[in-house]
């Protein structure tokens, strides 16, 4: 059948990929030898790339086919929500600019609009990132971003024939959904957190183990005084009374220091898992 392709790109990173990163200077920053720079990950992508891969633009506009420069002097240049954040906070960083991190001469581009953040790594929070006309692209490798209708397989086989049309020596490798790469991209942190699971289940056995123990042993020093209560006529439900409400305090106290813990914890958490809150169970 008949496969509608509703959109065709190049990148030469994906989401989920790692990426690469480079040094740059913001505005009027001056470049110092001396002084250690935050890397920061630069994409070359294709006019509509933002659109084809579902990414919001959330202030300015695309890149469009007339920014492209010569090699590696990009002229135009769209940056991720964390870098407006990191190096504009509280203001619009369109039409600032972002340049080469040398002495002198080198690329100086125009920040043109900002787009939702995406993840270079799964189990890292987002860094700052770039976005540059692909035309600019000093790599000879790349991504090719096909999308169609939903649950619609690419038409692989057909690109490919395409491709070997255009140049017989293009190459079609690996290619791969986007959920299959980031089921690939998570796999490590999957199995971390099973293997975190599995220890929480074991660590709760053993403490349900260690209270009974230690419950039983506390009481079981105390069947004296409690053999005293029950000779002066104390019901045997006051002493189960007794029993509960000395356990339930220490139980109660140890959950405060615990989900005191817990909440801590999650806090921290929040930074690996998109979307997460303290009060997931």
Do not use: C
């Not at 906070?89 to 002495?103: L, T």
């Not at 540059?132 to 649950?151: H, I, K, N, Q, S």
């Not at 070997?164 to 796999?187: G, I, N, Y």
């Amino acid at each position: 059948g008949r496969v509608v392709v509703r959109a065709l790109r190049a990148a030469t990173q994906l989401p989920l990929d790692g990426g690469r990163s480079i040094t740059m200077l913001v505005d009027n920053e001056v470049h110092n030898p001396a002084a250690s720079r935050p890397f920061t990950q630069a994409t070359y992508v294709s006019p509509d790339y933002f659109s084809a891969m579902g990414l919001a633009l959330l202030q300015g506009r695309s890149l469009a086919p007339k920014d492209a420069a010569e090699l590696w002097r990009p002229r135009f240049v769209v940056v991720n929500r964390a870098f407006a954040e990191r190096y504009w906070p509280g203001q619009s960083p369109i039409g600032h600019h972002i340049r080469q991190d040398v002495a002198e001469g080198g690329w100086s581009a125009e920040v043109v609009g900002v787009v939702e953040n995406v993840r270079q790594v799964a189990e890292r929070p987002t860094r700052p990132e770039m976005y540059f006309a692909y035309a600019d692209a000093p790599f000879t490798e790349a991504y090719l971003v096909v999308r169609t209708a939903e649950g619609v397989p690419a038409p692989v086989e057909v690109i490919r024939q395409e491709l070997r049309r255009l140049d017989p020596d293009l190459a079609l490798a690996q290619p791969k959904t986007m959920a299959t790469r980031f089921s690939e991209s998570s796999r490590v942190f999957t199995v971390v957190t099973s293997i975190v699971n599995a220890l929480t289940v074991a660590i709760l056995v053993l403490a349900g183990v260690g209270l009974y123990g230690t419950l039983s042993f506390y009481f079981a020093q105390r069947r004296h005084d409690i053999g005293i209560q029950m000779a002066m006529g104390a019901e045997q439900r006051h002493i189960v009374l007794l029993v509960l409400r000395q356990s339930l305090t220490w139980v109660a106290a140890g959950m405060v220091v615990g989900l005191t813990g817990a909440w801590l914890l999650s806090r921290g958490l929040q930074s690996f898992l998109q979307g997460a809150s303290v009060f997931n169970p």
